[in-house]
């Protein structure tokens, strides 16, 4: 079995920055991707933002340059710098790992979300 937890949301004010953690745990063998999506009320979940295992990255074009993803392999963890932030990052935001487990079976797992609100 393998848990997704994330922490870090909230609200922060337009211009405002937070940083979101996601630690993965559990039999995991290997994470090959993680990334972050995020689903804003009425919206379907959309892509924010994946890194792969050697470091490369992949943005959607709304967060190119405000927000950064990065992650730490020996702590199975996950980042996202969210800077510059507006009221249209205002969303539910999930961590996504693809992933193996110990017993070779390979899947997707998710997190249960953080609330991030931005709002003066």
């Known amino acids: 079995q393998v848990q997704l937890v994330e922490s870090g949301g909230g609200l922060v004010q337009p211009g405002g920055s937070l940083r979101l953690s996601c630690a993965a745990s559990?039999?995991?063998?290997?994470?090959?991707?993680m990334g972050w999506y995020r689903q804003a009320p009425g919206k379907q979940r959309e892509l924010v933002a994946v890194?792969?295992?050697?470091?490369?990255?992949n943005y959607a074009d709304s967060v190119e340059g405000r927000f950064t993803i990065s992650r730490d392999n020996a702590k199975n963890t996950v980042y996202l710098q969210m800077n510059s932030l507006k009221s249209e990052d205002t969303a539910v935001y999930y961590c996504n790992a693809d992933l193996e487990v110990n017993n070779g079976r390979r899947y997707v797992s998710w997190g249960q979300g953080t609330q991030v609100t931005v709002s003066s």
């Open positions: 559990g039999s995991i063998f290997s994470i090959y991707v």
């Open positions: 890194c792969t295992t050697g470091g490369s990255t």
